[in-house]
């Protein structure tokens, strides 16, 4: 008879709030690159675009978890992007030093501030520090921004946009600390030219946010924020996990597993140096590029650069490959955004790269979309999580994960990942959300949850499960192996046990109808 193994007693202290957690936890990313915007979310021809050329299909998917920002249009690609050429009638294509290819200018500015306000969500702009310079990037919030006042607002208006697009959020440059960046600066230089370019910006509109390109790096990170950190409301870093910008091997779900053991690495660095500079309070991180899985872009921007267009286009299409996407992607954006929560008091923005094709959570092309393993994360944390991130526990009996051949760790990693979050119910009653994700490839793990100094007499409990029928589940045309089920109501009592099914992104919702939990 093997014998029971004890659940994991969870403890949850509601009235202690660790932070308010930002809705731009939840943004996305959209670059010039590949299908993403032509063929992606911008199809003039397709019989799903709308009156504006955009796939209706693809923003009906994308308002139905809400997104609050989009950062656009790179990435490389904005490194080379002068973006004077993509307003006005007389767009003409040039060629993106950056992907190689041509970029044909019809989705520019003023289409992008379009389907952001479409969408429901806030334009985040990021600049060209690689070719561009602080004035013409100063003249982009000039266009964006002021009523009438000089050319570029001038401009607006005569390109048939009488109000200011009130773009708030803005970022000097992308990944300039690298070699692979069009116009990688030294950090020397970085911080001085930030500021020169966050005084003319703010010179123009003293209201918006700026963020700038940053690293776990205490040379880049010291010398940006020596020059220009007063300036700055935020500071960019970007996480790709699985490495697949050359070979295209997809780690499958066990390696995955132990990608999330290094979920913090970074951010802990980033919080350190900004502790150490005294910024904490006053300069947010974006993480304005994640995603585990790297793009694949073979031979485009490494040192030995493929002249071989069939290699450095053709290969690109692998990123399509939906097959690719399973339950271990889901489960690592489950641990990343709890991540997140958890330094929601420094965090306040965080991007999916990207939002659509390429290794987005919607796959799109002629005949439709496909929502991916991931699309559904964002589902859920949209749904059900609360605005609160409050204080949980685990109280023993902490199931660990298996070793497994791939594991090149010293320690062992948790099989759950747990996250509280406190907010309000559909009846304006107080609830709890727990989002509880299993690890493990294999087994369940049963939970016993406590609500610390509270009582719920009358609480009631449901389930939302992510899950598909294996770890290496996922979705494409007529296969949607990935769903969101939900279970109960069930009476909730103190010391309720759930058990988690392997592989799973869970959201426990515990709601107290007729009591607020803090009455
Ligand atoms: O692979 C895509 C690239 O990843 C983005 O353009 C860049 O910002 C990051 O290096």
Redesign the pocket.
């Known amino acids: 008879m093997l014998k029971k193994k004890r659940s994991c007693s969870i403890h949850i202290n509601p009235l202690r709030i660790l932070a308010e957690r930002s809705p731009f936890l939840y943004g996305q990313f959209l670059?010039h690159?590949h299908r993403q915007i032509y063929g992606g979310i911008f199809d003039p021809q397709s019989p799903f675009a709308d009156e504006d050329g955009f796939r209706s299909d693809v923003l009906d998917a994308l308002r139905e978890i809400g997104v609050p920002i989009i950062r656009w249009p790179?990435?490389?690609?904005v490194s080379a992007y002068h973006w004077k050429t993509g307003v006005g009638n007389n767009r003409m294509p040039y060629f993106d030093k950056a992907w190689r290819v041509e970029e044909p200018n019809w989705f520019g500015t003023d289409e992008f501030v379009k389907y952001c306000r479409k969408l429901g969500a806030e334009p985040y702009i990021c600049t060209n520090a690689g070719t561009g310079t602080p004035e013409e990037m100063s003249d982009w919030v000039e266009y964006c921004n002021l009523k009438h006042e000089g050319l570029f607002a001038k401009q607006r208006i005569l390109n048939g946009y009488q109000e200011p697009h009130a773009v708030k959020y803005w970022s000097i440059g992308?990944?300039n600390w690298g070699p692979h960046e069009m116009g990688s600066w030294l950090s020397t230089q970085w911080g001085p030219m930030v500021r020169e370019a966050a005084k003319m910006m703010q010179h123009v509109d003293p209201s918006i946010e700026l963020s700038a390109a940053a690293l776990p790096d205490p040379d880049w990170n010291l010398n940006l924020l020596k020059y220009a950190g007063d300036y700055l409301d935020w500071i960019s870093i970007?996480g790709?996990w699985d490495p697949l910008?050359q070979e295209n091997h997809p780690a499958g779900y066990e390696k995955v597993m132990l990608y999330t053991s290094r979920l913090e690495t970074d951010l802990l660095k980033v919080e350190g140096l900004l502790s150490a500079t005294g910024y904490t309070d006053r300069i947010r991180i974006a993480y304005d590029?994640w995603n585990l899985r790297?793009?694949h872009?073979p031979g485009i921007h490494t040192l030995k650069q493929s002249a071989d267009r069939a290699v450095y286009i053709g290969a690109q299409d692998k990123n399509d490959d939906n097959s690719t996407y399973t339950m271990a992607d889901a489960v690592f954006a489950a641990c990343f955004l709890n991540m997140c929560h958890r330094h929601a008091r420094t965090v306040g923005m965080a991007n999916f790269a990207p939002a659509v094709n390429a290794r987005g959570i919607i796959y799109a092309d002629k005949e439709g979309i496909v929502k991916r393993s991931t699309y559904y994360v964002f589902w859920l944390y949209t749904h059900y999580l609360g605005e609160q991130v409050v204080d949980l526990w685990e109280n023993g009996n902490v199931p660990l994960l298996e070793r497994t051949s791939e594991d090149t760790l010293n320690n062992d990693l948790p099989a759950l990942d747990l996250l509280a979050t406190a907010g309000v119910n559909g009846t304006g009653g107080r609830k709890i959300s727990i989002a509880a994700v299993n690890k493990d490839p294999e087994h369940e793990h049963a939970v016993s949850l406590s609500i610390d100094g509270q009582e719920m007499k009358a609480g009631h409990l449901i389930v939302h499960t992510l899950n598909g029928p294996d770890k290496d589940s996922y979705n494409d045309r007529g296969r949607e192996e990935v769903r969101v089920k939900d279970e109960g109501p069930f009476c909730f009592r103190d010391g309720y046990e759930i058990s988690l099914k392997p592989h799973s992104v869970n959201i426990i919702e515990i709601v107290s109808p007729e009591r607020g939990l803090n009455a």
């Open positions: 670059e690159f790179g990435g490389c690609f992308n990944e970007h790709y910008w590029e790297g793009w872009h």
